[in-house]
């Protein structure tokens, strides 16, 4: 720590004290000072400065002068008469005030004193160090210090602040919540801090430990992730969820505290978001040791009036002895009375004053500041001759004080002149805090002429104070200010009328779009309040959906919705045309929201109004999008009704004279058809020519889910390497709210051509990596747990591919209604066919066809996605089961069902299975000829393509065929092609796979490996 005059420097925090305040100064123009201070006494350089600062990048040397500019203005200092900076012209410059080294003391000891005219707070401040002496040994701690506005919360916290950072290593940040941001910004204090700790000198441990734990939060902070590491970022934070991203931040800063203590300020909590709230709950309930201590202030009022979720967690913690409450108490005479001797050191105060003020202000500090300030501007208090003292008996002042705050605060403003009343009102307007730069504008001032005024009112302490500068997005540096409490912000803004306030709001709202360029989402919640309060409702609505785009890049999808659902309020204010416009494009964005969520029957229901919104208003293109989006909840929950509203979809897109557009609605009509409903070779026909067409039109832009419908229809085709080449072109397409489960559906579609094509070692993989990612963001894996389940029946392991259901049905999944409803049916599903094929094992026929049948019922059984595979599967169970009951009837006329249905189907895999069903039936009718017939068919399929699960069994077939007919070398060659077959399955899974032996000792393939080991042993002998 440096000392120099009333300032101090804190290199470790990058902080500027200056007395109490905090003083806020870009990172680089701190960098600049900081070099200075610790170079005293000497010319450094312009180069010296570019070299030490920017040594690897070329640098304006003008850019030096706007930042010593800027710390000039931040010190007080005068170019022509310094006390701080020298210039020393065409050379450099020169820090010339006496700089002290500030050492550390005792790490514990809290104690010693800072400059600060605190007072009557001796027993808070000292429950603040002993929670910061138990968090300094690793026990976590949660402090809400409590109290009505301007009772000194903000004092009390900044005055403990500054002693732990002067007395301990502590990595200290501080998170604002401001009014109008909860639920806007999700996380909005979280990020303010950490943006802070990213700042500061030894920021590299903090980024990388961010990389490292939290990666879903270093994405929010995109300067500090390398081009390189980005795409790796996002492939590693896929399918994070809310969940994984609180508790990434818990691990983060529990690491962080291990090294260095870490001390949060999160302050104005009654104005925080929900996100921020989970997070806090998370962080007190943590068990991990943890060197860290947060503190959170707010106003209990406020709290009541907002109806904030923080009254419910903080009784939790409380009850559970996770937090400690300081409830501040206004203060008693005596305390006054040690305030006014501190004020007035030298003098000659009547003992009565402090009465006098205890008697206005009832004890509240802030009061009492003013009820002092004023007495001293009205000239009540003078300093005579370094003595103070009151021009006018006590009894006098006694009627002349305002008798509410709120009064006293409208004295001090009417004192003012007309511009500076003008300049302030614009500030109230813009908020707490307010920049030069903003406020210019809307008063058509020249910026530098805004500062000059502004900084004059904080030199005579007169209702705002200089924060410092700031760095604008726009490469801008202006000075920043903040009303002295928020109290005097409110006083002000109630003051103006209506109408003024409405045409400041929006002259500012239009400042501050200058600033959010393309990409730049950062301030549109606060663009989109003041537009509204402007009551410039679709610039509102537009910037709302930008602020829902950030809170959906956080995760919050909650909070997305509930920004959205606000900025559906406005759109009903505005003009019909543009207001559906809007309107259409929020629900579109609310359903997106809620499909990432998981809530498919709330996603499916906004698209709906969405449609039906764009349908009556005549907006076509709004309306075909809304009802292409219908199918993907839809698709989960209700198949039928997906399929109508894209047979809407394209029914409207006909009648818009747009080729494309109605290639890719018959795409995706098609393949829908094909998934959901029934194959159909017109519908395939459909597919691929619109496929074709979208080509010759050099469509670039088919969405990803359209292509992936595609893929499936070409997997189910036996186009399996095509299939595949989209998938893995599907599943790094990221970034979208609704990507994770166009992620999803890809990498479930590689696992069904997979499938198909026999490497089941793959898709174990792929299930394993799956279930990993799914429960590092804590979601339900049910879909690869559904591909685990059909894996294993195709190695034969019905038992446990029925285990692995089981197991989805007892899961609690934290889906809303629906999903969980359609999960456990395809489960249901699933398990009656294992459990089918594990009684045809044990010869338990009728128990069999029992199980099968439910799954062919569609009232058990109701549509679900790629349903007609199951029921066709389900059917050649039941033929099985006749076939092995020695039923030839029945056994026929059910394989001939399943013939009859695989040949309307395209699949080579379900067609191969058909004939090879019907050589077994021929061979027990002793029909030779269609036996042979039937097998051919059989064969021909599996050469032309690679299913070798079918493979296997269509060779195993003919082996037992040309076996009976006693022409042993056709048997042979048959029997090891299956073999063959057989070996190519197993050997897709690693060696030691248990499902490897499992499988290759199930019956039914022991007994054709096992021929040709009886035929090694013969010839052994
Ligand atoms: N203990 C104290 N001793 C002397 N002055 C105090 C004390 N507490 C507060 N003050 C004065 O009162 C003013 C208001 O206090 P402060 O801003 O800390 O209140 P707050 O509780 O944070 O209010 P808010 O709820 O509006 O944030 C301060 O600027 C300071 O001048
Ligand atoms: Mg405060």
């Known amino acids: 720590m440096k000392l120099f005059r009333s300032f101090r420097l804190d290199p470790a925090n990058q902080c500027l004290w200056h007395g109490e305040q905090r003083v806020l100064l870009p990172p680089k123009a701190f960098d600049v000072l900081r070099y200075l201070v610790e170079h005293p006494r000497r010319l450094v350089t312009q180069d010296e400065l570019l070299e030490a600062l920017w040594p690897e990048t070329y640098v304006n040397p003008e850019l030096i002068k706007k930042y010593i500019l800027g710390i000039r203005k931040v010190l007080g200092d005068q170019h022509d008469n310094p006390v701080y900076i020298e210039t020393l012209p065409k050379r450099g410059y020169q820090f010339i005030a006496p700089v002290t080294d500030h050492v550390t003391e005792d790490p514990q000891d809290l104690s010693s004193d800072v400059?600060?005219?605190?007072?009557?707070?001796?027993?808070?401040?000292?429950?603040?160090?002993?929670?910061?002496?138990?968090?300094?040994?690793?026990?976590?701690?949660?402090?809400?210090?409590?109290?009505?506005?301007?009772?000194?919360?903000?004092?009390?916290?900044?005055?403990?602040?500054?002693?732990?950072?002067?007395?301990?290593?502590?990595?200290?940040?501080?998170?604002?919540?401001?009014?109008?941001?909860?639920?806007?910004?999700?996380?909005?204090?979280m990020l303010d801090a950490l943006g802070q700790l990213t700042r500061t000198p030894d920021s590299g441990a903090v980024v990388q430990t961010l990389a490292r734990r939290a990666p879903t939060w270093l994405i929010q902070f995109p300067s500090l992730v390398k081009p390189e590491?980005?795409?790796?970022?996002?492939?590693?934070?896929?399918?994070?969820?809310?969940?994984?991203?609180?508790?990434?931040?818990?691990?983060?800063?529990?690491?962080?505290?291990?090294?260095?203590?870490?001390?949060?300020?999160?302050?104005?909590?009654?104005?925080?978001?929900?996100?921020?709230?989970?997070?806090?709950?998370?962080?007190?309930r943590r068990r991990e040791e943890a060197k860290l201590m947060l503190v959170c202030t707010y106003r209990p009022v406020d709290l009541i009036l907002s109806n904030s979720p923080l009254k419910g967690l903080k009784q939790d913690l409380q009850v559970h002895n996770l937090c400690v409450e300081i409830a501040l108490e206004r203060l008693p005479e005596p305390a006054i009375a040690e305030y006014l001797g501190m004020e007035f050191r030298k003098g000659s105060l009547p003992p009565g004053l402090a009465k006098l003020i205890y008697r206005h202000s009832e004890g509240n500090p802030l009061f009492m500041v003013a009820i002092v300030q004023d007495m001293m501007k009205n000239g009540s208090i003078i300093d005579d001759d370094k003595e103070w003292r009151?021009?006018?008996?006590?009894?006098?002042?006694?009627?002349?004080?305002?008798?509410?705050?709120?009064?006293?605060l409208e004295v001090q403003f009417e004192r003012l002149n007309a511009r500076e009343q003008r300049v302030l009102e614009a500030g109230s307007v813009v908020g707490e805090h307010f920049s030069a730069w903003a406020i210019a504008n809307a008063l058509e001032e020249k910026i530098d002429h805004i500062e000059d005024l502004c900084d004059e009112l904080a030199a005579r302490q007169q209702v705002i104070k200089a924060i410092g500068i700031q760095e604008l997005p726009n490469g801008l540096v202006a000075a920043h200010y903040e009303f002295r409490h928020s109290l005097y912000r409110q006083a002000i803004y109630r003051r103006l009328s209506s109408g003024r306030r409405v045409r400041l709001h929006r002259a500012i709202a239009e400042r501050l779009k200058t600033l959010s360029g393309p990409g730049r989402r950062d301030v549109a919640s606060e663009i989109a309040f003041h537009f509204e309060s402007g009551h410039e409702y679709e610039q509102a609505a537009r910037y709302l959906i930008l602020a829902a785009e950030n809170a959906a890049g956080r995760l919050a999808y909650r909070d997305c919705i509930q920004v959205l659902q606000h900025a559906l309020k406005l759109t009903s204010k505005i003009e019909a045309n543009l207001g559906s416009e809007l309107e259409t494009q929020v629900l579109e964005f609310i359903g997106d929201a809620h499909y990432a969520l998981g809530a498919m029957a709330e996603s499916a229901a906004a698209y709906e109004a969405a449609a039906s919104r764009a349908g009556h208003a005549g907006l076509?293109?709004?309306?075909?999008?809304?009802?292409?989006?219908?199918?993907?909840?839809?698709?989960?929950?209700?198949?039928?009704?997906?399929?109508?509203?894209?047979?809407?979809?394209?029914?409207?897109?006909?009648?818009?004279?747009?080729?494309?557009?109605?290639?890719?609605?018959?795409?995706?009509?098609?393949?829908?058809?094909?998934?959901?409903?029934?194959?159909?070779?017109?519908?395939?026909?459909?597919?691929?020519?619109?496929?074709?067409?979208?080509?010759?039109?050099?469509?670039?832009?088919?969405?990803?889910?359209?292509?992936?419908?595609?893929?499936?229809?070409?997997?189910?085709?036996?186009?399996?390497?095509?299939?595949?080449?989209?998938?893995?072109?599907?599943?790094?397409?990221?970034?979208?709210?609704?990507?994770?489960?166009?992620?999803?559906?890809?990498?479930?579609?590689?696992?069904?051509?997979?499938?198909?094509?026999?490497?089941?070692?793959?898709?174990?993989?792929?299930?394993?990596?799956?279930?990993?990612?799914?429960?590092?963001?804590?979601?339900?894996?049910?879909?690869?747990?559904?591909?685990?389940?059909?894996?294993?029946?195709?190695?034969?392991?019905?038992?446990?591919?029925?285990?692995?259901?089981?197991?989805?049905?007892?899961?609690?999944?934290?889906?809303?209604?629906?999903q969980p409803e359609t999960i456990a049916r395809i489960a249901r599903g699933y398990i009656a066919i294992a459990e089918g094929f594990t009684e045809l094992d044990k010869g338990q026929n009728g128990r069999a066809i029992e199980l099968f049948n439910q799954v062919r019922d569609p009232q058990t059984t109701p549509k679900f996605f790629l349903h007609w595979n199951w029921r066709m599967t389900a059917q050649l169970g039941v033929s099985e089961a006749w076939f092995q009951s020695g039923n030839l009837e029945k056994a026929s006329f059910e394989a001939d069902g399943f013939l009859d249905a695989a040949l309307e189907t395209a699949d080579p895999h379900l067609k191969a299975l058909a004939w090879e069903m019907q050589t077994r039936v021929a061979i027990a009718k002793e029909d030779g000829r269609r036996a042979e017939d039937c097998v051919h068919k059989g064969l021909e399929i599996v050469d032309r393509f690679e299913v070798p699960v079918a493979g296997w069994q269509v060779h195993a077939t003919a082996w037992?065929?040309?076996?009976?007919?006693?022409?042993?070398?056709?048997?042979?060659?048959?029997?090891?092609?299956?073999?063959?077959?057989?070996?190519?399955?197993?050997?897709?899974?690693?060696?030691?796979?248990?499902?490897?032996?499992?499988?290759?000792s199930a019956p039914p393939i022991a007994r054709i490996l096992n021929v040709g080991a009886e035929k090694r042993w013969a010839a052994d002998v």
Not at 134 to 163: C, M, W, Y
Not at 247 to 255: D, K, N, V
Not at 670 to 695: P, T
Request: charged share 25%.
């Open 620 to 818: 076509k293109g709004a309306q075909v999008s809304a009802l292409s989006c219908m199918v993907r909840p839809f698709g989960l929950i209700d198949p039928d009704r997906g399929i109508a509203a894209i047979g809407r979809a394209v029914e409207v897109t006909r009648s818009m004279q747009d080729s494309l557009l109605l290639a890719r609605m018959q795409m995706l009509a098609a393949g829908c058809r094909l998934l959901y409903d029934c194959w159909r070779e017109q519908d395939a026909m459909i597919c691929e020519s619109a496929h074709n067409q979208l080509k010759e039109l050099g469509d670039t832009d088919t969405p990803p889910f359209h292509k992936m419908i595609y893929a499936h229809v070409q997997a189910l085709q036996g186009n399996y390497i095509q299939a595949l080449e989209l998938f893995e072109r599907g599943i790094p397409t990221l970034n979208q709210t609704t990507s994770l489960m166009e992620h999803f559906f890809a990498l479930s579609g590689k696992t069904i051509a997979l499938l198909r094509m026999g490497r089941l070692g793959c898709v174990l993989q792929i299930v394993r990596d799956g279930r990993e990612m799914a429960e590092k963001n804590g979601n339900d894996p049910w879909l690869f747990n559904f591909r685990e389940a059909w894996l294993r029946m195709l190695t034969l392991d019905f038992e446990g591919s029925a285990r692995v259901c089981e197991a989805i049905l007892q899961t609690e999944t934290a889906y809303p209604v629906s």
């Open 115 to 189: 400059t600060s005219n605190m007072v009557g707070r001796s027993g808070p401040l000292s429950e603040l160090q002993t929670a910061f002496r138990k968090a300094l040994r690793g026990q976590r701690q949660i402090i809400f210090v409590a109290g009505e506005p301007g009772i000194g919360k903000t004092t009390l916290v900044d005055s403990f602040h500054q002693r732990a950072s002067r007395a301990a290593q502590v990595r200290t940040a501080r998170g604002q919540c401001v009014e109008g941001f909860g639920g806007k910004e999700p996380y909005y204090p």
């Open 229 to 284: 590491q980005r795409e790796a970022l996002q492939r590693e934070i896929l399918g994070a969820t809310r969940e994984r991203m609180v508790r990434e931040i818990c691990e983060a800063l529990e690491s962080l505290s291990s090294e260095t203590p870490i001390l949060l300020v999160f302050e104005d909590l009654h104005w925080v978001d929900a996100s921020t709230l989970d997070l806090i709950s998370a962080l007190a």
């Open 390 to 408: 009151l021009t006018t008996p006590l009894e006098t002042i006694d009627p002349g004080v305002p008798q509410s705050l709120q009064q006293m």
């Open 960 to 1000: 037992r065929l040309y076996q009976s007919r006693q022409q042993y070398a056709d048997a042979e060659s048959h029997c090891e092609r299956a073999q063959a077959y057989i070996f190519k399955i197993a050997n897709s899974f690693a060696k030691e796979e248990p499902l490897r032996k499992s499988f290759l």
